[in-house]
């Protein structure tokens, strides 16, 4: 038996390690998949990003006519239109607009996972298509709403923005104080060893955006775009992330999609979308909220009405003694 013992142990680290694989892989075609709709143009030299400043000239985007180009079946024939922007280095663009307006997309043609079929996007006056797709990723620092973990230790899922291997620990976990996570990491058994993912310990919203958000500060990048969750973290979490977002943002050019009124009016520029992928209305808040019956105004109107209400609901609890 103890001579089995060994080889059936081998045997299972090896299955664990093969699951591990698939799932990665997994990923790795469904990224693949993505980049193959971006292809950089022979000898194109990389994007030299000092600066920051970030221009939309007249972009146009449909997935249908991207997922033709690639042989794809098409989808839909939702996309952006016509969205022309210009931020200066360091400022804040807010995006809103209904589910489906193309929010996202306009976070994906500018990390370059798309190419747009009309117009140009370019940063610190180069336009992104014209260099190499690598180099653009590299400049630009991600927030997504549905971070990806990686199979593997919570160091390498921080680390992955950068090189994983190179990167050092100290700095993976300043990163991590940073986003204020490390003392969760630190709480656990294996510490920064810990496997998380599908196959390791499950991490809440709260802490996958936080993971999401010191992978962004370990990248240190001149230009974050923010994908802000729409998902409800409870109101203490949700207040320390974003706290914690805007100490992430500030000396970097941000553009994020915002879901809520608090994030948004301080941004320098907000773009209203309509469900067609278009421009409605831009402004900053005062001047959208001066607007009579603009989008913006009733969007917020909404808003607030729905915070009071669950004030009014916070406040019954604490009579009621709950
Ligand atoms: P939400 O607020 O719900 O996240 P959004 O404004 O960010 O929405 P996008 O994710 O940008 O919207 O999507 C815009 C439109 O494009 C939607 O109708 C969506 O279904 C469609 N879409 C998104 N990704 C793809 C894709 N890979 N192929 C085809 N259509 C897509």
Request: proline content about 3%; some cysteine; glycine content about 8%.
């Amino acid at each position: 038996i103890l001579q089995l013992y060994q080889p059936l142990r081998w045997l299972g680290t090896a299955y664990r390690q093969i699951v591990r694989a698939v799932t990665d892989l997994e990923k790795l075609m469904r990224l693949l998949a993505n980049e193959s709709a971006v292809r950089d143009v022979p000898g194109a030299p990389d994007l030299q990003c000092a600066q920051g400043e970030i221009e939309f000239r007249d972009v146009s985007f449909e997935y249908v006519a991207a997922a033709a180009a690639t042989g794809d079946a098409a989808k839909s024939t939702s996309g952006v239109r016509h969205i022309s922007f210009r931020l200066p280095p360091r400022g804040t663009l807010a995006i809103v607009g209904p589910s489906g307006a193309g929010k996202s997309t306009l976070l994906r043609l500018l990390f370059r996972l798309y190419d747009p079929q009309h117009g140009q996007i370019l940063i610190d006056g180069q336009d992104v298509a014209q260099v190499r797709q690598e180099s653009v990723r590299r400049a630009i620092g991600v927030v997504a709403q549905d971070t990806v973990l990686f199979n593997d230790t919570i160091r390498y899922n921080i680390a992955y923005s950068v090189d994983p291997e190179a990167v050092r620990m100290e700095d993976v976990e300043a990163a991590a104080r940073a986003a204020h996570i490390h003392h969760f990491i630190a709480s656990l058994p294996a510490g920064y060893d810990t496997l998380v993912g599908e196959r390791g310990l499950r991490l809440s919203g709260g802490e996958k955006q936080r993971v999401a958000i010191a992978r962004a500060i370990l990248k240190n990048p001149v230009i974050l775009a923010l994908d802000e969750a729409t998902a409800a973290l409870d109101t203490a979490t949700e207040k320390a992330i974003q706290a914690n977002l805007r100490e992430v943002c500030a000396g970097r050019t941000t553009v994020m999609v915002a879901h809520r009124l608090s994030t948004v009016v301080h941004a320098d520029e907000i773009l209203v979308l309509s469900e067609g992928g278009e421009i409605v209305e831009r402004g900053t808040h005062q001047q959208l909220l001066a607007r009579e019956h603009g989008r913006y105004k009733e969007m917020w109107a909404a808003q607030v009405q729905n915070m009071e209400k669950e004030t009014r609901g916070e406040e019954k609890t604490v009579e009621n003694g709950e």
